[in-house]
């Protein structure tokens, strides 16, 4: 039997950085994915239509263009290219008939919304100027281990010359009232409030301010990439930086336990009877699955078993790709063509969305978040046609239906089909005679997600929910804000771990470094 230095448990985009970085410590790593292929959430298909690449979840990566993690890596030395739409985001108002758009040209974007309301534009430059002082050093303290001593200084440092308490106030204000506050334009506010709609933070709650400011300014910086050929990219080109270090991938072998011996985890169990011993394990499973799941409830303390009871996870996701014959035939063209879409008819009706999936209701008018993906990557799908997406957010447990199509929740075939018409409806509104360029359809719901990626319980993107109660030394439980559990020689690689969802490789990273620093003081 062959000792690792370390078992990476999950071939997902944290697991991976993690086993890239212990390799480059000279670690002997084996990472173990039940999947037939690795990537986790990051994968791609050509199952919808033959001519037509689709990512299967995860697609943009504006995270994981600004992580220093990823960038670090040097993944373009192995087959890793990025692509950008002609715009990086589109939000249409109903009301007004008109776009806002974020381009990657900050005057583009300035001067988009100085048209739609006068002082708009200044007021998207002053956002951008307050982000180049404290961008990079928010991000690095952002993504860094908890607490983030160096990033943190830096952080609060640029934090003082941007603003003060005046930029901390911005940032904790409420999506929905930084964008009233700050833009005179319903279709500049849906520009903001849309982004904070990408996590679970209700739009009126502390937090979503942040996420807003966050995914905007970083499309306006590094823009929302998509890796050439398919998301399934991005993936390969870690797996094949992991090789050419020496590090081992095998798919097709599933965990299903963590074998642990007086407090330390000495290797783990395969779904055959296979033992493997290692001297770390880093697992990149969701909090759920690990803490008396892989681990043993007579395995951990009593008092982290009574913490998972009340772990959240993010609520459920319901996506649709489509294979379209022609264009999305938009009534009212965008200025410039966006990768992403946002599709919701006013900041109001997305708040009213998130009050709905609180209460357990299946929205009537679910936001969409609407992926044109041949115009972002024309090596997606054959020319003059689109490979397109939509997802939308939904209850973990839903209690009733908002709308008219009696969904129940149980996610079987009649509910995906019923809650993907009316979400095609609500594209074909904004784009009539959509549905007759549809060639082919495929719904993946709750169970077609995690069936595809365990991770995804209940087909949860997250890892758990990212409001602020179960974020930082909160995340997954309080008292475990960092990669080490209470097993010795055990560490949390997933988003479950602090920073949360995304990908941008700091859990992975924070893992790798804890179990780093775990062999320098003679711990694993």
């Not at 939509?390 to 973990?396: E, K, N, V």
């Not at 079987?412 to 074909?428: C, W």
Request: proline share 7%; hydrophobic share 40%.
């Amino acid at each position: 039997m062959t000792d690792w230095d370390a078992v990476v448990v999950g071939s997902g985009p944290n697991g991976l950085v993690a086993a890239n970085l212990l390799t480059d410590a000279g670690w002997s790593v084996l990472v173990l994915e039940a999947q037939d292929t690795p990537g986790g959430a990051v994968r791609s298909d050509r199952d919808v239509h033959p001519d037509f690449v689709h990512d299967t979840m995860s697609s943009f990566y504006p995270l994981a263009a600004a992580s220093p993690v990823v960038r670090g890596l040097g993944l373009e030395a192995h087959g890793l290219a990025w692509s950008h739409a002609p715009a990086v985001l589109g939000h249409f108002d109903p009301a007004s008939q008109r776009w806002a758009t974020l381009h990657r040209d900050r005057e583009l974007t300035a001067a988009g919304l100085e048209d739609l309301h006068p002082g708009d534009g200044e007021a998207w430059l002053e956002l951008c100027r307050t982000w180049d002082v404290v961008g990079d050093s928010l991000v690095g303290a952002l993504l860094s281990p908890f607490p983030p001593v160096r990033n943190g200084i830096s952080a609060a440092l640029a934090v003082r010359r941007a603003g003060g308490l005046d930029l901390v106030r911005t940032l904790l204000t409420p999506a929905s009232s930084l964008a009233r506050e700050r833009f005179g334009s319903e279709a500049a506010r849906l520009l903001i409030a849309g982004n904070a709609s990408h996590a679970d933070i209700p739009l009126d709650a502390p937090g979503s301010g942040l996420m807003a400011v966050l995914l905007a300014m970083l499309g306006q910086t590094v823009g929302w990439p998509v890796p050439q050929g398919g998301a399934g990219r991005l993936a390969e080109a870690l797996v094949r930086r992991l090789q050419s270090r020496g590090g081992t991938l095998r798919c097709s072998a599933e965990v299903v336990g963590v074998e642990v011996d007086r407090g330390r985890a000495r290797g783990v169990r395969l779904a055959d009877g296979e033992r493997i011993r290692a001297r770390a394990v880093l697992a990149d499973v969701a909090a759920p699955r690990l803490y008396g799941g892989l681990v043993r409830p007579e395995d951990l303390p009593a008092r982290t078993l009574r913490r998972m009871q009340d772990f959240q996870l993010d609520p459920s996701t319901i996506k649709v790709d489509w294979a379209l014959s022609g264009p999305v035939p938009w009534a009212v063209a965008p200025p410039q063509a966006p990768g992403t879409v946002h599709v919701a008819d006013s900041v109001a009706e997305l708040t009213e969305t998130y009050a709905q999936i609180d209460a357990g209701a299946v929205p009537d008018k679910p936001f969409l978040l609407l992926g044109q993906m041949t115009t972002t990557d024309p090596h997606r799908s054959p020319p003059g046609t689109e490979s397109v997406w939509a997802y939308t957010h939904m209850p973990q447990d839903v209690r009733r239906d908002a709308g008219e199509d009696g969904i129940t929740g149980r996610w079987d075939h009649d509910d995906l089909e019923r809650l993907a018409d009316r979400m095609q409806a609500r594209v074909e509104r904004l784009a009539p005679g959509f549905g007759d360029r549809v060639t082919a359809r495929r719904i993946l719901g709750p169970r077609e997600l995690e069936a595809r990626n365990a991770n995804l319980i209940g087909g949860a993107l997250g890892g758990g929910t990212a409001q602020l109660h179960q974020q930082l030394v909160f995340r997954p439980v309080p008292g475990l804000g960092r990669a080490e559990t209470p097993v010795r020689g055990l560490f949390l690689a997933s988003a479950s771990a602090h920073p949360g969802g995304g990908v941008h490789g700091a859990a992975g990273s924070n893992a790798a470094r804890a179990a780093l620093l775990a062999r320098r003081l003679r711990r694993v």
